[in-house]
Each structure stands twice: as structure tokens, then as C-alpha cells.
């Protein structure tokens, strides 16, 4: 099965700047679809960004577009998030998810596999 393994969350002022890097193995090849999720305590995980393999398609959330970047790397099966001008908001634990559709969709019920998450903390 496919394993996704998050990294790069951490602690980080108010307008500064993070990368996430979701590393997959297992047979990534069914799974045409990377996204990212985030969830702050007492809420919803919520649909961050996603891209196609092929790198073609990509979707990001209101709230982070133009602030997240979304990268692919098909050889190395690495999927990051570049975030800049970090907001508390933005406060939460990330995670890297695969979804088999051949489009991207922001539902999660649309993803089959998850990481285990990586926290990230914005302070004001």
C-alpha cells in the first residue's frame, strides 16, 4: 500500500516562512493525486492544496493562494508545500494525502491514504 511520511513542520513568527516535504513510497502509480490537509484543534481538516503527479493541475484553498506553493517531484515521489507570509491561522497539523481520481478534489473522503502529520505553529 501506499505510505506517505511528512517532515519540515515546526515553530515560526508570523509572516515568515516553512517547506513541507511529503515523501511516498509503495505503489504511488495508482494514486494520481497529492494533496495536502491541515486541522487546528476543535475543527474540520481542511483542504489545503493539490497537484497531479504530471504536475499539470494544481488547487489551493482561498486562504493560502499566492501565499502556498505547491511542488511535485515525480523521480524522487516528493510533494512539497513551500508556505510563505504565515499567518497564526494557519496554526495546525499538516498532512500529505493520495487520492486515486484522475482530477483533484478538496474532499477528504477523495483520499486514501495519510500521513501522520506534521505540526506547524504560527505565532503572532
Known amino acids: 500500500q501506499v505510505q506517505l511520511e511528512e517532515s519540515g513542520g515546526g515553530a515560526v513568527q508570523a509572516g515568515g516562512s516553512l517547506r513541507l516535504s511529503c515523501a511516498a513510497s509503495?505503489?504511488?502509480?495508482?494514486?494520481?493525486?497529492m494533496g495536502w490537509f491541515r486541522q487546528a484543534p476543535g475543527t474540520e481538516r481542511e483542504f489545503v492544496s493539490a497537484?497531479?503527479?504530471?504536475?499539470?493541475?494544481?488547487e489551493y484553498a482561498a486562504s493560502v493562494k499566492d501565499r502556498f506553493t505547491i511542488y511535485r517531484d515525480g523521480a524522487r515521489k516528493t510533494v512539497d508545500l513551500q508556505m510563505n507570509s504565515l499567518k497564526p491561522e494557519d496554526t495546525g497539523v499538516y498532512y500529505c494525502?493520495?487520492?486515486?481520481?484522475?482530477?483533484?478534489?478538496?474532499?477528504?473522503?477523495?483520499?486514501?491514504?495519510w500521513g501522520q502529520g506534521t505540526q506547524v505553529t504560527v505565532s503572532s
Open positions: 497537484i497531479t503527479w504530471s504536475g499539470v493541475s494544481t
Open positions: 509503495g505503489p504511488t502509480g495508482s494514486h494520481n493525486v
Open positions: 494525502a493520495a487520492s486515486r481520481l484522475l482530477v483533484i478534489s478538496d474532499r477528504r473522503q477523495h483520499y486514501s491514504y
